[in-house]
Protein backbone atom coordinates (compact mmCIF):
# COMPACT_ATOMS: atom_id res chain seq x y z
CA UNK A 1 0.00 0.00 0.00
CA UNK A 2 0.77 3.54 -0.72
CA UNK A 3 2.31 5.35 2.63
CA UNK A 4 2.63 8.97 2.60
CA UNK A 5 4.82 10.86 0.67
CA UNK A 6 4.68 8.20 -2.36
CA UNK A 7 2.66 10.04 -4.57
CA UNK A 8 1.06 8.07 -7.64
CA UNK A 9 0.30 10.19 -10.74
CA UNK A 10 -3.52 11.21 -10.69
CA UNK A 11 -3.45 9.98 -7.23
CA UNK A 12 -3.76 12.68 -4.26
CA UNK A 13 -1.56 12.62 -1.34
CA UNK A 14 -4.10 11.98 1.45
CA UNK A 15 -3.94 10.15 4.93
CA UNK A 16 -5.64 6.88 4.80
CA UNK A 17 -7.76 5.41 7.53
CA UNK A 18 -6.73 2.24 9.09
CA UNK A 19 -8.49 -0.86 7.87
CA UNK A 20 -10.45 -1.12 11.12
CA UNK A 21 -12.32 2.75 10.50
CA UNK A 22 -13.16 1.25 6.74
CA UNK A 23 -14.15 -1.70 8.52
CA UNK A 24 -16.35 0.20 10.89
CA UNK A 25 -17.82 2.59 7.42
CA UNK A 26 -18.78 -0.56 6.49
CA UNK A 27 -20.96 -1.45 8.95
CA UNK A 28 -22.39 1.77 9.01
CA UNK A 29 -23.28 1.26 5.41
CA UNK A 30 -24.77 -1.69 6.69
CA UNK A 31 -27.10 -0.19 9.33
CA UNK A 32 -27.84 2.52 6.60
CA UNK A 33 -29.49 -0.47 4.35
CA UNK A 34 -31.68 -1.57 7.01
CA UNK A 35 -29.70 -4.29 8.47
CA UNK A 36 -27.34 -5.80 11.38
CA UNK A 37 -24.00 -5.64 11.01
CA UNK A 38 -24.26 -8.13 14.09
CA UNK A 39 -26.27 -11.06 12.60
CA UNK A 40 -24.05 -14.11 12.14
CA UNK A 41 -24.06 -13.84 7.60
CA UNK A 42 -22.92 -10.39 7.73
CA UNK A 43 -20.09 -10.77 10.66
CA UNK A 44 -17.43 -11.39 7.68
CA UNK A 45 -18.69 -8.97 5.18
CA UNK A 46 -16.84 -5.75 6.07
CA UNK A 47 -13.51 -7.47 5.79
CA UNK A 48 -14.18 -8.74 2.94
CA UNK A 49 -15.59 -5.16 1.42
CA UNK A 50 -12.29 -3.90 2.60
CA UNK A 51 -10.66 -6.56 0.76
CA UNK A 52 -12.65 -6.26 -2.33
CA UNK A 53 -11.79 -2.11 -2.07
CA UNK A 54 -8.37 -3.06 -2.47
CA UNK A 55 -8.70 -4.67 -5.74
CA UNK A 56 -11.16 -2.31 -7.16
CA UNK A 57 -9.12 0.48 -6.20
CA UNK A 58 -5.74 -1.23 -6.38
CA UNK A 59 -4.86 1.49 -8.95
CA UNK A 60 -4.10 4.30 -6.40
CA UNK A 61 -0.66 2.25 -5.62
CA UNK A 62 0.90 1.83 -8.95
CA UNK A 63 2.70 4.32 -10.79
CA UNK A 64 1.73 4.73 -14.63
CA UNK A 65 5.30 6.45 -15.48
CA UNK A 66 7.08 3.80 -13.86
CA UNK A 67 5.24 1.01 -16.24
CA UNK A 68 6.44 2.67 -18.96
CA UNK A 69 10.31 2.84 -17.94
CA UNK A 70 11.56 -0.58 -19.62
CA UNK A 71 11.65 -0.25 -23.26
CA UNK A 72 13.04 -2.01 -26.51
CA UNK A 73 14.99 0.28 -28.79
CA UNK A 74 16.12 -2.23 -31.24
CA UNK A 75 12.99 -2.40 -33.56
CA UNK A 76 15.08 -2.50 -36.95
CA UNK A 77 13.21 1.17 -37.66
CA UNK A 78 9.59 -0.54 -37.24
CA UNK A 79 7.64 2.57 -37.57
CA UNK A 80 4.21 1.24 -38.11
CA UNK A 81 0.89 1.84 -35.84
CA UNK A 82 0.89 -0.71 -32.46
CA UNK A 83 -2.33 -1.61 -31.94
CA UNK A 84 -3.65 -3.13 -28.62
CA UNK A 85 -7.43 -3.94 -28.91
CA UNK A 86 -10.30 -4.85 -26.49
CA UNK A 87 -8.24 -4.84 -23.43
CA UNK A 88 -10.91 -5.09 -20.61
CA UNK A 89 -11.42 -1.49 -18.06
CA UNK A 90 -12.62 -2.56 -15.30
CA UNK A 91 -13.54 0.89 -13.80
CA UNK A 92 -15.62 2.68 -10.81
CA UNK A 93 -17.85 5.71 -11.36
CA UNK A 94 -16.27 8.09 -8.88
CA UNK A 95 -20.39 9.72 -8.89
CA UNK A 96 -22.17 6.71 -7.98
CA UNK A 97 -18.86 4.25 -6.98
CA UNK A 98 -20.16 1.37 -8.95
CA UNK A 99 -18.49 -0.36 -11.95
CA UNK A 100 -17.81 1.11 -15.21
CA UNK A 101 -17.59 -2.43 -17.35
CA UNK A 102 -15.91 -2.02 -20.98
CA UNK A 103 -12.88 -2.22 -23.29
CA UNK A 104 -10.32 -0.20 -24.35
CA UNK A 105 -8.35 0.22 -27.43
CA UNK A 106 -4.67 2.11 -27.33
CA UNK A 107 -2.66 2.61 -29.95
CA UNK A 108 0.73 4.26 -30.97
CA UNK A 109 3.14 5.20 -33.41
CA UNK A 110 6.85 4.52 -31.89
CA UNK A 111 9.35 7.21 -32.71
CA UNK A 112 12.57 5.43 -31.74
CA UNK A 113 11.52 3.45 -29.10
CA UNK A 114 8.45 0.17 -28.10
CA UNK A 115 7.39 -0.88 -24.85
CA UNK A 116 6.21 -4.03 -23.64
CA UNK A 117 2.55 -4.83 -25.07
CA UNK A 118 1.68 -5.60 -21.44
CA UNK A 119 2.34 -2.56 -20.09
CA UNK A 120 -0.11 -0.95 -21.89
CA UNK A 121 -2.53 -3.09 -20.48
CA UNK A 122 -1.09 -2.18 -16.63
CA UNK A 123 -1.55 0.95 -18.08
CA UNK A 124 -5.28 0.62 -18.10
CA UNK A 125 -5.45 -0.99 -14.76
CA UNK A 126 -3.75 1.94 -13.27
CA UNK A 127 -6.28 4.34 -14.19
CA UNK A 128 -9.31 2.07 -14.61
CA UNK A 129 -8.52 0.71 -11.08
CA UNK A 130 -9.33 4.43 -9.44
CA UNK A 131 -12.66 6.53 -8.57
CA UNK A 132 -13.45 7.50 -12.36
CA UNK A 133 -15.10 9.40 -15.18
CA UNK A 134 -14.43 8.02 -18.52
CA UNK A 135 -13.31 11.70 -20.28
CA UNK A 136 -10.64 11.18 -17.66
CA UNK A 137 -9.13 8.03 -17.96
CA UNK A 138 -9.08 8.18 -21.67
CA UNK A 139 -7.41 10.94 -21.69
CA UNK A 140 -4.81 10.42 -18.70
CA UNK A 141 -4.03 6.76 -20.58
CA UNK A 142 -3.09 8.93 -24.14
CA UNK A 143 -1.39 11.54 -22.05
CA UNK A 144 0.87 9.38 -20.21
CA UNK A 145 1.65 7.22 -23.26
CA UNK A 146 2.48 10.35 -25.04
CA UNK A 147 4.60 12.25 -22.48
CA UNK A 148 6.92 8.82 -21.52
CA UNK A 149 7.29 7.21 -24.56
CA UNK A 150 7.21 10.52 -26.90
CA UNK A 151 5.73 8.55 -29.73
CA UNK A 152 4.59 10.04 -33.30
CA UNK A 153 1.06 9.98 -32.10
CA UNK A 154 -1.57 7.85 -29.64
CA UNK A 155 -5.24 7.04 -29.72
CA UNK A 156 -6.54 5.61 -26.78
CA UNK A 157 -10.76 4.32 -27.54
CA UNK A 158 -12.67 3.29 -24.57
CA UNK A 159 -16.05 1.46 -25.09
CA UNK A 160 -17.95 0.79 -21.83
CA UNK A 161 -21.41 0.45 -19.33
CA UNK A 162 -22.06 2.21 -16.81
CA UNK A 163 -23.92 0.68 -13.93
CA UNK A 164 -25.01 3.74 -12.43
CA UNK A 165 -27.25 4.08 -15.64
CA UNK A 166 -28.51 0.33 -15.61
CA UNK A 167 -28.77 -0.81 -12.08
CA UNK A 168 -30.10 2.95 -11.03
CA UNK A 169 -31.09 5.94 -11.79
CA UNK A 170 -32.25 5.85 -15.54
CA UNK A 171 -32.05 2.17 -16.12
CA UNK A 172 -31.32 2.13 -19.35
CA UNK A 173 -29.11 -1.43 -20.55
CA UNK A 174 -27.54 -1.89 -23.62
CA UNK A 175 -26.24 2.21 -23.55
CA UNK A 176 -22.38 2.18 -24.74
CA UNK A 177 -20.60 5.00 -23.67
CA UNK A 178 -17.57 5.79 -26.18
CA UNK A 179 -14.62 8.38 -25.25
CA UNK A 180 -11.70 8.96 -27.53
CA UNK A 181 -8.34 10.72 -27.02
CA UNK A 182 -5.95 11.41 -29.93
CA UNK A 183 -2.44 12.88 -30.05
CA UNK A 184 -0.05 13.73 -32.71
CA UNK A 185 -1.06 11.61 -36.30
CA UNK A 186 -3.49 10.36 -34.95
CA UNK A 187 -4.61 13.53 -34.50
CA UNK A 188 -3.60 15.55 -37.57
CA UNK A 189 -3.41 12.83 -40.07
CA UNK A 190 -6.78 11.45 -41.02
CA UNK A 191 -5.37 8.40 -42.93
CA UNK A 192 -4.05 7.23 -39.92
CA UNK A 193 -7.15 7.98 -37.47
CA UNK A 194 -8.93 5.73 -40.42
CA UNK A 195 -6.35 3.16 -40.05
CA UNK A 196 -6.58 2.62 -35.98
CA UNK A 197 -10.53 3.11 -36.27
CA UNK A 198 -10.45 0.17 -38.93
CA UNK A 199 -8.41 -2.27 -37.08
CA UNK A 200 -10.46 -1.57 -33.68
CA UNK A 201 -13.60 -1.94 -36.19
CA UNK A 202 -15.12 1.24 -36.01
CA UNK A 203 -16.60 1.70 -32.61
CA UNK A 204 -18.42 4.89 -32.77
CA UNK A 205 -20.60 3.66 -36.18
CA UNK A 206 -21.69 0.04 -35.17
CA UNK A 207 -25.26 -0.45 -35.40
CA UNK A 208 -24.60 -3.72 -33.15
N1 LIG B 1 -19.58 12.46 -18.51
C1 LIG B 1 -19.67 11.42 -17.68
N2 LIG B 1 -20.75 11.28 -16.89
C2 LIG B 1 -20.80 10.22 -16.09
C3 LIG B 1 -19.82 9.24 -16.03
N3 LIG B 1 -20.20 8.30 -15.13
C4 LIG B 1 -21.39 8.71 -14.66
N4 LIG B 1 -21.77 9.87 -15.22
C5 LIG B 1 -22.96 10.72 -15.03
O1 LIG B 1 -22.74 11.61 -13.99
C6 LIG B 1 -23.97 12.24 -13.73
C7 LIG B 1 -24.12 12.62 -12.28
O2 LIG B 1 -25.29 13.37 -12.27
P1 LIG B 1 -26.07 13.87 -10.96
O3 LIG B 1 -27.31 14.52 -11.43
O4 LIG B 1 -25.14 14.64 -10.09
O5 LIG B 1 -26.35 12.49 -10.21
P2 LIG B 1 -27.70 11.63 -10.10
O6 LIG B 1 -28.75 12.47 -9.48
O7 LIG B 1 -27.36 10.36 -9.41
O8 LIG B 1 -28.05 11.42 -11.64
P3 LIG B 1 -28.78 10.20 -12.41
O9 LIG B 1 -27.71 9.20 -12.75
O10 LIG B 1 -29.33 10.85 -13.64
O11 LIG B 1 -29.82 9.63 -11.49
C8 LIG B 1 -25.02 11.28 -14.26
O12 LIG B 1 -25.62 11.88 -15.38
C9 LIG B 1 -24.23 10.04 -14.66
O13 LIG B 1 -24.80 9.34 -15.75
C10 LIG B 1 -18.69 9.40 -16.87
O14 LIG B 1 -17.75 8.60 -16.90
N5 LIG B 1 -18.66 10.50 -17.67
ZN1 LIG C 1 -22.22 6.94 -11.95
Redesign the pocket.
Known sequence: MRGPGHSRRGAPDIVRPSRAEAEEAVRTLIRWAGDDPAREGLLGTPDRVVRSYEEFFAGYSIDPVELLQRTFEETDGYDEMVVLRDIRVESY????MVP?IGKAHVAYLPRHRVVGISKLARLVEAYGKRL??????TAQIANTIDEVLQPEGVAVVIE?Q?Q??TT???HKTGVT?V?SRMLGAFRTDPSTRREFLTMIGNPSSRAD
Do not use: S, Y
Request: net charge neutral; charged share 20%.
Open positions: CEHHIQIQEKMAHCMRGVMT
